[in-house]
């Protein structure tokens, strides 16, 4: 395939699971072809204001926001703004689309999705949404009829979108995330200082943090982590709770847990891991099935549509992973995770059966069909 320079839209945010997989893609096209111009359009005060320009990309902000379901005075003045911010969020949108002049117009989920790709719509420019989740998000439903392509990465996704236009494509992942090897989890002992003759539990609560698993690995720890002689855990527990885990940690001295904010490099977490504990965020799972990892999955009962626990039941029904609900992992989690490390022939099932579900090159596959739009309009 010939990648022309051309020139693109990427729209939406509002959260890690659809800014990074926005910045793979964008990545890819600069990849393939250094002359293409890449644009942003995101929502003001999200993350993506901050992310998308230190990742070397340009981005615009629209003042769209949703509205506030919780009952309040803060709340109703908001939700009275909203619709004004609708309309001059479409009117922005449309200046955008006539300035920049996109080839095509990309949306990944998020409040800017809708008006950007809506007046590119309404221009004839082709269109593309990738969705992330097992579950669709509603601004993808909403666009779905009109945009021209929906990459996906779930089977069965025709519940929500017009099946002509759905292509398999997986999600985008940090290329720095790779299927594990012998060499890397050495790497990996290495780098945290762990012994390569014990078991190694990673649990991952994402950079902000999870109250959940940081509470079922307090209650462990404050138990004398029984069962848990033979293995090391990297534990991190987010920069909302760092404060709380250190000062836990001061008066629970524990060699075997090896615990921080943030993990810089999770390609060697990922590569030492005998078994994983994390959230069920789409960009997780997609790691972790890059990895070729053993998962237990606790999702957020606080996401939209409860599509985390939909992310996760299409690996468990595939034995791909496990799944413990978010209410009983303070009490249940640490026993299943350390029945499991015992179990060596179940964890190897689950992680050829994870490794056999990843999808390595679902950026270069969106770009593919991003240009084959080109051609045939």
């Not at 230190?54 to 009952?71: E, M, Q, T, Y």
């Not at 392509?149 to 089977?155: F, N, S």
């Not at 885990?245 to 001295?253: A, G, L, N, Q």
Request: hydrophobic letters at 40%; charged letters at 25%.
């Amino acid at each position: 395939m010939e990648y022309r320079p051309i020139r693109v839209i990427i729209s939406g945010g509002g959260t890690g699971g659809h800014i990074f997989p926005a910045i793979s893609i964008a990545s890819k096209f600069k990849e393939l072809n250094p002359d293409s111009r890449i644009l942003f359009v995101g929502a003001k005060g999200k993350m993506e204001m901050e992310k998308v320009p230190a990742a070397g990309f340009d981005i615009i902000g629209l003042p769209i926001s949703g509205l506030v379901r919780k009952l309040s005075l803060k709340g109703v003045l908001h939700n009275i703004q909203v619709p004004f911010k609708v309309l001059y969020s479409k009117s922005k949108a449309a200046r955008i689309i006539k300035d920049f002049e996109p080839d095509i117009a990309i949306g990944v989920g998020g409040y800017a999705s809708a008006p950007l790709l809506s007046a590119a719509v309404k221009k004839h420019i082709p269109t593309l949404i990738q969705e992330q989740n097992g579950f669709a998000g509603l601004t993808n439903r909403m666009l779905s009829k009109d945009v021209d392509r929906i990459c996906v990465a779930y089977d069965g996704m025709e519940r929500f979108f017009p099946k002509d236009k759905i292509v398999m494509s997986g999600n985008p992942i940090r290329p720095s995330i790779k299927a594990s090897t012998p060499e890397m989890k050495a790497q990996g002992c290495a780098h945290f200082s762990l012994s390569e003759n014990k078991m190694h539990l990673l649990v991952v609560g994402g950079s902000l943090g999870c109250g959940t698993l940081n509470k079922t690995m307090m209650s462990w720890i404050e138990k004398g982590c029984p069962g848990g002689e033979n293995v090391e855990v990297i534990w991190q527990c987010g920069k909302f709770y760092e404060k709380q885990v250190s000062k836990f940690m001061e008066s629970h001295r524990c060699p075997n847990i090896h615990f921080s904010a943030f993990i810089d490099r999770m390609d060697l977490a990922y590569a030492c891991a005998d078994l994983i504990l994390s959230r069920s965020g789409a960009s997780s799972i997609s790691e972790i099935c890059m990895a070729g990892k053993a998962c237990i999955f606790v999702p957020s009962p606080n996401v939209a549509e409860d599509h985390q626990t939909h992310n996760a039941m299409a690996l468990v029904n595939k034995g791909a992973a496990r799944l413990v609900k978010d209410a009983d992992a303070p009490e249940h989690l640490m026993d299943e995770a350390l029945a499991l490390l015992g179990d060596k022939e179940e964890l190897a099932r689950i992680e050829k059966n994870a490794a056999a579900l990843s999808l390595p090159d679902a950026a270069k596959t969106i770009v593919d069909e991003a240009y084959k739009l080109l051609k045939s309009k």
